[in-house]
């Protein structure tokens, strides 16, 4: 109970970091759940953030796991509170805002460098994760297996999520 506003401000900090997906929050999300509070174990983390990836709905919902395990249903429901509704409100005044500067000259500017920024998060988000998940050769191997099917075919990932788990199952007992 009392790390309720702990997790209100971690949670409500990390939604402003959002820009381009949850992952591109995921370096602060480990820094501060991990290092910072010690709620989880960074091998805890990413098990929670694959299992947000292949659950239904948006992939950050795993974040209310987080706030399961550290205060209970009232922790998950503060924590989906805090991350959703930061992000929500700044998005529907910046979306209101946005079409009323619909001939402002420096709009488009700020779309074409809003690219990078969100590009640059999400691969600070991609490595801060694989250097969590790859600890070994036989991880990375794995992984590099899949990262190159996905970048010379068009295959949904799925299947290549489904047969790296049994690999995996088989080759990490």
Excluded: C
Excluded at 28 to 42: G, I
Excluded at 83 to 101: D, E, K, S
Excluded at 126 to 141: D, L
Excluded at 150 to 169: C, E, Y
């Amino acid at each position: 109970m009392n790390q309720l506003l702990p997790l209100i401000a971690v949670f409500s900090y990390l939604s402003l970091l959002t820009v381009g997906g949850g992952m591109a929050a995921f370096p602060e999300l480990k820094y501060l759940t991990v290092d910072v509070h010690h709620w989880v174990t960074f091998s805890q983390l990413i098990h929670l953030y694959s299992i947000g990836q292949m659950a239904p709905g948006p992939n950050m919902m795993m974040i209310a796991a987080v706030g399961q395990w550290v205060a209970g249903p009232l922790g998950a429901l503060v924590v989906t509170l805090a991350f959703f509704l930061p992000t929500g409100l700044l998005t529907l005044l910046v979306g209101r805002l946005w079409v009323r500067l619909a001939d402002w000259p420096w709009r488009a500017s700020i779309q074409r460098g809003l690219g990078p920024v969100s590009i640059g998060l999400l691969l600070a988000g991609v490595i801060s994760i694989g250097k969590g998940a790859i600890t070994g050769w036989e991880t990375f191997a794995l992984s590099a297996a899949v990262f190159g099917v996905l970048i010379v075919t068009r295959t949904n990932p799925l299947p290549l999520i489904a047969l790296a788990a049994v690999v995996g199952a088989y080759a990490f007992r």
